[in-house]
């Protein structure tokens, strides 16, 4: 859709960060992650790393909010 020309393009995959209030010591361990794991120190805001793809006419496909803020993209996609 962006004029780039690009073609046989399945999905494009794309993180983001979604907010949320800090998580309690509770929900931690319910969760299986630590507190801190949560916090997004680029952006100083706690929350979940949100994973979704789209198809060549901008519909999502595929999403999936299951890691918390410190994960990468990349390790998102492959565990």
Do not use: N
Not at 2 to 24: C, H, R, Y
Not at 48 to 61: I, P, S
């Amino acid at each position: 859709m962006s004029g780039a020309e690009f073609d046989k393009i399945i999905l494009a995959l794309d993180g983001m960060l979604v907010w949320t209030t800090q998580p309690t010591e509770a929900d931690c361990e319910i969760l299986g992650f630590g507190e801190r794991l949560f916090h997004c120190f680029r952006k100083d805001k706690f929350g979940y790393l949100l994973m979704a793809a789209c198809d060549h006419k901008t519909q999502f496909r595929w999403a999936e909010i299951s890691h918390p803020a410190v994960t990468s993209d990349y390790l998102a996609w492959v565990s």
